[in-house]
């Protein structure tokens, strides 16, 4: 049901958060043990068909690189830097334009001041007698042109890198169900869809206050996502004992000296 999540050995998050769990721990680790599950459109789609059930949907190459966009965004709001930039989609009302104010009056012209009397010719005065000219200095010879240098070759062009998809708006469907509750489901076609599922469950988690235990391993070679059950959700490791030792035993020496 959640083989990205299961892979690590991890036990999985409640129905609400484990999707996007699993989402984040498509991830390939540093060390190459764990391959990238959504590397291409084949690897996308037995995720996509394992997580979503029969409703997931035919996936793509670009559908695979959009996934791994929104799960960048994803593990950076995961972590508390900048929230992910996809939303539930819905028109946006335009605003209606501002009326434009009143024209400002003009100001009266002011009157030109009285023309100020032309003076009379200044008599011009005798011609000024030319200088004696200066016989010009002997022509200092050109220098030797020097000869360019050869031309450095350009150094070989550097690759650019492959360019972010932008995620957008995902749409959902709205319904009533047979008590008058309001009813959430995923739409749209190809990544969409699935990025919509992903969502859908989220929103649900975070109205039950479950999200923010939703966290990523500290030890950024890990970074494997896990649901944290500590009664004041302060886990910071997924495994306390493969990643948060080193650094622990590290911050306990740093105190040690700095007693000393």
């Given at each position: 049901?959640?083989?990205?999540?299961?892979?690590?050995?991890?036990?999985?998050?409640?129905?609400?958060?484990?999707?996007?769990?699993?989402?984040?721990?498509?991830?390939?680790?540093?060390?190459?043990?764990?391959?990238?599950?959504?590397?291409?459109?084949?690897?996308?789609?037995?995720?996509?068909?394992?997580?979503?059930?029969?409703?997931?949907p035919?996936?793509?190459?670009?559908?695979?690189?959009?996934?791994?966009?929104?799960?960048?965004?994803?593990?950076?709001?995961?972590?508390?830097?900048?929230?992910?930039?996809?939303?539930?989609?819905?028109?946006?009302?335009?605003?209606?334009?501002?009326?434009?104010?009143?024209?400002?009056?003009?100001?009266?012209?002011?009157?030109?001041?009285?023309?100020?009397?032309?003076?009379?010719?200044?008599p011009?005065?005798?011609?000024?007698?030319?200088?004696?000219?200066?016989?010009?200095?002997?022509?200092?010879?050109?220098?030797?042109?020097?000869?360019?240098?050869?031309?450095?070759?350009?150094?070989?062009?550097?690759?650019?890198?492959?360019?972010?998809?932008?995620?957008?708006?995902?749409?959902?469907?709205?319904?009533?169900?047979?008590?008058?509750?309001?009813?959430?489901?995923p739409?749209?076609?190809?990544?969409?869809?699935?990025?919509?599922?992903?969502?859908?469950?989220?929103?649900?988690?975070?109205?039950?206050?479950?999200?923010?235990?939703?966290?990523?391993?500290?030890?950024?070679a890990?970074?494997?996502?896990?649901?944290d059950?500590?009664?004041?959700?302060?886990?910071?490791?997924?495994?306390?004992?493969?990643?948060?030792?080193?650094?622990?035993?590290?911050?306990?020496?740093?105190?040690?000296?700095?007693?000393?």
């Open positions: 049901m959640w083989p990205a999540t299961e892979r690590f050995g991890l036990r999985t998050a409640p129905s609400g958060i484990a999707p996007a769990q699993d989402l984040l721990n498509t991830d390939a680790p540093a060390g190459g043990t764990f391959p990238d599950l959504l590397a291409d459109a084949a690897g996308a789609r037995e995720w996509s068909r394992a997580t979503l059930g029969p409703g997931a035919a996936l793509t190459e670009d559908d695979a690189a959009h996934l791994r966009a929104f799960r960048a965004a994803l593990r950076a709001a995961v972590r508390g830097g900048s929230p992910a930039t996809v939303a539930l989609a819905g028109d946006v009302p335009e605003i209606d334009a501002v009326p434009e104010a009143d024209a400002v009056p003009e100001a009266d012209a002011v009157p030109e001041a009285d023309a100020v009397p032309e003076t009379g010719d200044v011009e005065t005798g011609d000024v007698p030319e200088a004696d000219t200066v016989p010009e200095a002997n022509a200092v010879p050109e220098a030797n042109a020097v000869p360019e240098a050869n031309a450095v070759p350009e150094a070989n062009a550097v690759p650019e890198a492959e360019a972010v998809p932008e995620i957008g708006d995902v749409p959902v469907r709205a319904g009533l169900a047979p008590d008058g509750s309001v009813v959430l489901r739409s749209g076609e190809g990544w969409r869809y699935a990025v919509s599922a992903i969502l859908l469950a989220a929103h649900d988690a975070q109205l039950r206050g479950e999200w923010h235990r939703l966290k990523v391993c500290r030890n950024d890990c970074g494997t996502a896990f649901y059950r500590s009664r004041n959700s302060s886990a910071v490791w997924h495994d306390a004992v493969k990643c948060g030792n080193a650094p622990n035993l590290r911050a306990s020496r740093a105190r040690r000296r700095l007693g000393t």
